[in-house]
Nanobody, 126 residues
C-alpha cells in the first residue's frame, strides 16, 4: 500500500521553477514533522527541507536556502516544495517522508523519518 505519493518532477531548465507535491494517505498521516530529501546519482540521500506539523518550524539545506519554500496542508493532507532558480546540481530523485516522532521539529537526519515515498525524478538541464 502506497502511503506517500510524490509528483511534480520532470525535466526543468536552469533558472526555472518547480513545485513538488507529496500526498499523504490517511493511514500514514500523523501530527509529525515532514521533510523532503533527495538523492543524486552516485551520492547519498540528503536532507532538502523539513516542516513541523504546526508549520511553525521549517528547516532548509544550505544548498536550497533562500530559493525554496516548504509548506503543508494538514487538511488534504499534502506537503509541497517550491524551488526557484533551479540549478543542474538540483538534479536528483526527490523523496518525501513523515517523521517518526509526534509533534517534533523537522529533523535533518534520515533515520528520524519512518515512512517514505517512492520518489519523483527532477532533472535540471543547462
Amino acid at each position: 500500500q502506497v502511503q506517500l505519493v510524490e509528483s511534480g518532477g520532470g525535466l526543468m531548465q536552469t533558472g526555472g521553477s518547480l513545485r513538488l507535491s507529496c500526498v499523504v494517505s490517511l493511514s500514514a498521516f500523523s501530527p509529525s514533522a515532514m521533510a523532503w530529501f533527495r538523492q543524486a546519482p552516485g551520492k547519498e540521500r540528503e536532507f532538502v527541507a523539513g516542516i513541523s506539523y504546526s508549520r511553525g518550524a521549517t528547516a532548509y539545506a544550505d544548498s536550497v536556502e533562500g530559493r525554496s519554500t516548504i509548506t503543508r496542508d494538514n487538511y488534504k493532507p499534502t506537503m509541497y516544495l517550491q524551488m526557484n532558480n533551479l540549478k543542474p546540481e538540483d538534479t536528483a530523485v526527490y523523496y518525501c517522508a513523515t517523521g517518526a516522532r509526534l509533534w517534533g521539529a523537522p529533523s535533518r537526519t534520515e533515520n528520524e523519518y519512518k515512512t517514505w515515498g517512492q520518489g519523483t525524478q527532477v532533472t535540471v538541464f543547462s
